[in-house]
């Protein structure tokens, strides 16, 4: 069956023709070079909004648009290095809004944050005193560029969550930060890929099979913590991590904060692992019958409209 980011001519037949269809698709989804203009007007915008408020204040851009894992729907992260009362952060709530910004104001998150949309449509989020928010960005690329597989599979699994409203931690979903991590941590442990000499000869399109099956089915959640420093590493879970009544949550150290978890707030793990494993299931079934483009069989076209992945 056709799918949107399929290109003339190409191979879409069996685990050849799945790992054609991941490159193509994370092409697909790439921002173009408007969308890119976009997120960068409003970026200097709001930039120009805060520093009319507060000459001396800092704004730190951060999140999937720094770090190169932008899909088209992805929000634009920013943050504010200075703490601040609700006060001037309602301040900056009115100011976006006389620039015919839509905002809400989310006071009693984890970190403050006024969530906008600007004009032209382009969300986005900016928190007060994220730490590490800026050196997060630069973590991320680091890990990117050891491991080049990452960026085709974070892209995949963004847009698999997005469509099932499952990448937002304020539903309980993984954000951008987790799905990173995750699929880091899974290619440092990986059996094969870990050993750089034996990458080449395991496809894009085994190790998405491998994912799904590993965080579907494999990956012990009530007992185990993640942690990407030193190569990557499995941990028992901390006891004041863990929460009696959600044994099943995820846990990741945080690569810059160890006292921190990243994941500890995304609850609907059942969920996301009970998809993971479907996904699994639907990639396998596809394998042993020899089909033609798999991804479309976890990647609804229709889904993915909807949430503004495509």
């Known amino acids: ?26 092409n697909f989804v ?37 770090s190169g894992l932008c899909l088209p729907s992805s929000d634009v992260d920013l943050s504010v290095a200075r703490r601040m009362s609700y006060g001037p952060q309602l301040q900056l709530l009115e100011a976006l ?17 006024v969530k906008f ?23 991320v690329r680091d890990l990117l560029g050891q491991y080049p597989a990452a960026r085709p599979l974070i892209i995949v699994v963004k847009a698999l969550l997005r469509s099932f409203n499952l990448n937002n931690v304020y539903s309980g979903g993984f954000s951008s930060y987790t799905i990173t991590l995750i699929v880091i941590s899974f ?35 009530h007992s185990t913590t993640i942690s990407v420093l030193g190569g ?30 990243v994941s500890r707030g995304s609850f609907a793990v059942p969920r996301i692992r009970s998809l993971f494993y479907t996904c699994y299931l639907r990639l396998a079934h596809c394998k042993m019958h020899r089909a033609v483009a798999m991804l479309g069989v976890i990647l609804d076209p229709i889904l993915l409209v ?3 992945v495509v």
């Open 1 to 26: 069956m056709w799918r949107p980011w399929h290109v003339k001519g190409r191979n879409y037949c069996e685990t050849e023709g799945l790992t054609n269809e991941i490159i193509d698709f994370v």
């Open 30 to 66: 790439d921002l173009t070079h408007d969308e890119r203009n976009q997120r960068s007007h409003v970026i200097r915008d709001v930039t120009a909004t805060v520093r009319g408020l507060w000459k001396e204040v800092e704004l730190e851009v951060f999140g999937s648009w720094q």
């Open 97 to 113: 809004t006389n620039r015919r910004y839509k905002c809400k104001f989310l006071p009693n998150a984890k970190i403050p944050i």
């Open 117 to 139: 949309e600007s004009p032209n449509g382009i969300s986005g989020d900016i928190s007060f005193m994220a730490e590490h928010a800026g050196r997060s960005a630069e973590v």
């Open 187 to 221: 290619l440092q442990m990986h059996p094969y890929y870990k050993v750089k000499e034996q990458r080449e000869r395991y496809s894009l399109a085994d190790l998405l099979v491998d994912f799904f099956a590993f965080y579907g089915k494999d990956f012990n959640f």
């Open 232 to 261: 990557g590493k499995y941990c028992a879970k901390k006891p004041f991590w863990e929460d009696p009544s959600k044994p099943f949550l995820l846990s990741i150290i945080d690569p810059l904060d160890p006292a921190n978890d």
């Open 306 to 308: 909807r949430q503004g």
